[in-house]
């Protein structure tokens, strides 16, 4: 059974920064694909960031775009986001997932999802 468990959100003013971790646990953390998706009250779950395998392969929205980075450390089956320049409109439950294809803009392909981690940003 794949686990992910993600941690590091949390109340922080706009323009500030936080970094998110996702641990994966339960088989080999290099076969995935990992993403990073967020959902506000009342919207769907919309892509943030994704990447490959390798880590060599990035993906972002263009609304986070130059503000956000993702990163993977497949020794500790780690995944990262670290979000710069926090807005307002960056408040919403935070969710890593895992998928075994290569990296998607939607949600539908991720096999395995966390728990999520609320990020609220204020004005």
């Known amino acids: 059974q794949v686990q992910l468990v993600e941690s590091g959100g949390g109340l922080v003013q706009a323009g500030g920064s936080l970094r998110l971790s996702c641990a994966v646990s339960g088989r080999t953390f290099s076969m995935f694909t990992m993403g990073w998706f967020r959902q506000a009250p009342g919207k769907e779950r919309e892509f943030i960031t994704a990447?490959?395998?390798?880590?060599?392969?990035?993906y972002y929205s263009d609304s986070v775009k130059g503000r956000f980075t993702i990163s993977r450390d497949n020794a500790k089956k780690m995944v990262y986001l670290q979000m710069n320049s926090l807005k307002p409109e960056d408040t919403a439950v935070y969710y890593c997932a895992a998928d075994y294809e290569p990296p998607s803009v939607v949600v539908g392909p991720y096999d395995y999802w966390g728990q999520g981690t609320q990020v609220t940003v204020s004005s």
């Open positions: 990447i490959s395998r390798s880590g060599g392969g990035l």
